[in-house]
């Protein structure tokens, strides 16, 4: 027979470390043409320690992103629209409510329908996502440190704040450099 285990007793938060962090995702302004024509990006997190990043992205009509590779999972929920992998025919299509995992090593082409004006999705990236040219060769490297760097840069050029974000490390609520 085996003894009951012991009951563990957390504290309410750490000293010196908040409870919970929050962002109005609504608040923040999205980088308009963010890496490609009709890609709409706000960055909600990102840990260039902990490999992992946070983006809503609002697609026009018909956006097609160029192939890439994921180093590590991706979690994605798409709040409005539809699109799907042209790599995966046989895949139904995410629309408002899906959920998506991509397994790490994931390779696929992101493709919006052409009459789904405004897709809306959420998406939380592990690793890298290696962007791709026709040949397969690798052309671009996103991943948190990128983003943390790229998204206010945009966002500046387009006239717009680059507000405060949560990123990580220790997480913290900081100015976008």
């Not at 959920?99 to 690793?127: N, R």
């Amino acid at each position: 027979m085996s003894a009951a285990p012991t009951p563990m007793i957390m504290p309410a938060s750490l000293p010196g470390i908040p409870e919970a962090f929050h962002l109005g995702s609504d608040d923040l302004p999205f980088a308009d043409d963010f890496g490609a024509p009709g890609v709409h990006l706000k960055l909600l997190f990102a840990d260039p320690e902990g490999a992992a990043f946070a983006v809503r992205i609002r697609f026009d009509a018909g956006v097609q992103l160029p192939p890439h590779h994921h180093t590590g999972p991706v979690y994605a929920f798409t709040l409005k629209g539809e699109w799907s992998y042209l790599e995966y025919p046989q895949m139904p299509s995410n629309k408002a409510g899906s959920f998506l995992y991509e397994p790490p090593g994931s390779t696929h082409t992101l493709k919006v329908s052409d009459d789904a004006p405004d897709t809306d999705a959420f998406f939380v990236i592990h690793g890298a996502m290696l962007v791709q040219d026709p040949a397969g060769n690798i052309v671009a490297r996103l991943d948190a440190a990128s983003h943390l760097k790229d998204w206010p840069a945009a966002l500046r050029a387009q006239g717009k704040r680059a507000p405060d974000i949560i990123v990580g490390g220790r997480v913290r609520y900081a100015n976008t450099p």
